[in-house]
């Protein structure tokens, strides 16, 4: 709950064509996601802006 504001996307960040979104699995079930932001307009970079890992998979390799 700390946490929610945070991991919280709207569904025009969700679209947006500039971030990209993915969840992670494992087994079937849903146990992060990742978000990226491209900077297209200046060096086509891509910055992470969000990673979260379920704690009862922490340690397990799914945020590589």
């Known amino acids: 709950e700390a946490f929610d504001e945070e991991l919280t996307f709207s569904q025009d960040d969700l679209s947006d064509e500039h971030h990209l979104f993915r969840?992670?699995?494992?087994d079937g079930t849903i146990r992060g996601f990742y978000a990226l932001e491209w900077n297209a307009e200046e060096d086509g970079?891509?910055?992470?802006?969000?990673?979260?890992?379920?704690p009862v998979a922490l340690g397990k390799g799914l945020g590589r």
């Not at 969840?23 to 494992?26: D, G, H, K, L, S």
């Not at 970079?45 to 379920?54: G, I, R």
């Open 23 to 26: 969840v992670i699995t494992r």
């Open 45 to 54: 970079s891509a910055e992470m802006t969000a990673l979260f890992v379920e």
